[in-house]
């Protein structure tokens, strides 16, 4: 169904990227690759170590590098971190593939991260207002995805992972309904070339 096309998982911190980008890729027979371990695995750093060390900047760097590297190999579902989608250049590689956006409310967010240690961006003090502000700035480059789920309070994991799947073999459908529409529409209508001796 999707010849090798990669899947890249958008959103916010804590919308559930990683969580379900493991067992999506195995629905596929794909391989999983989480851009953030990734960078964890080549540098032995943690991402808080690295934010603390080396700043945001570099750790953007490592970031497009990763995704360069990832998106060179095909049959991947890559779930990025929710920053990807900050830098320009990020997006030719997105592109190369299907994006889709976990779009989950910030209050379902704020629950899930409250006691979480690893993100550096997070402020504690207000998480709430720090989430709000970071969406913000995200909310309209989330939305250029090409598949966006919409993913409630009650939603398990289990379910998400099964709405993205129908969600996906709907888009390829209504892609191949369009690739046959084409079809049939330049076979009914050849291309004529003008005849200079027809007046
Ligand atoms: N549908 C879900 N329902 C409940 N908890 C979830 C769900 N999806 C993810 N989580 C939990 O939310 C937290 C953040 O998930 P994670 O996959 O790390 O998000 P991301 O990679 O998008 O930042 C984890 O503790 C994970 O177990
Ligand atoms: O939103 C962000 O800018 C970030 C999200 C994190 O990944 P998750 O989205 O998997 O939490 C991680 O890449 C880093 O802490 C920065
Ligand atoms: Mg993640």
Redesign the pocket.
């Known amino acids: 169904m999707l010849n090798g096309v990669n899947l890249y998982l958008i ?5 559930g ?2 969580t379900i980008g493991q067992p999506l890729a195995r629905h596929f027979g794909y391989q999983f690759v ?3 371990h990734f960078i964890e695995r080549a540098t032995g750093q943690s ?2 170590t690295i ?1 603390a060390q080396s700043g945001e900047a570099i ?1 953007r760097q490592l ?1 497009t590098a990763t995704l360069a590297e990832v998106s060179a190999r095909t049959c991947k579902v890559i ?6 989608v ?1 830098k320009r250049e990020n997006w030719s590689f997105l592109r190369h593939g299907v994006i889709i956006w976990l779009d989950v409310p910030v209050e379902v967010l704020q629950n899930r991260l409250r006691h979480d240690a ?4 997070l402020h504690h003090d207000d998480l709430r207002e720090n989430l709000i502000e ?1 969406l913000n700035e ?1 909310q309209a480059l989330y939305a250029q995805a090409d598949i966006r789920i919409r993913v409630a309070q009650t939603d398990t994991a289990e379910q998400v992972v099964q709405r993205t799947i129908a969600a996906i073999a709907d888009a390829c459908e209504q892609k191949r309904q369009l690739d046959q529409h084409l079809e049939r529409l330049n076979a009914e209508v050849p291309f004529q070339l003008h005849d200079p001796n027809k007046n």
């Open positions: 959103g916010m911190m804590g919308v990227k990683t989480d851009t953030d991402i808080s934010f750790f970031e779930a990025t971190g929710g920053g990807i900050l690893n993100r550096p961006l970071l995200r």
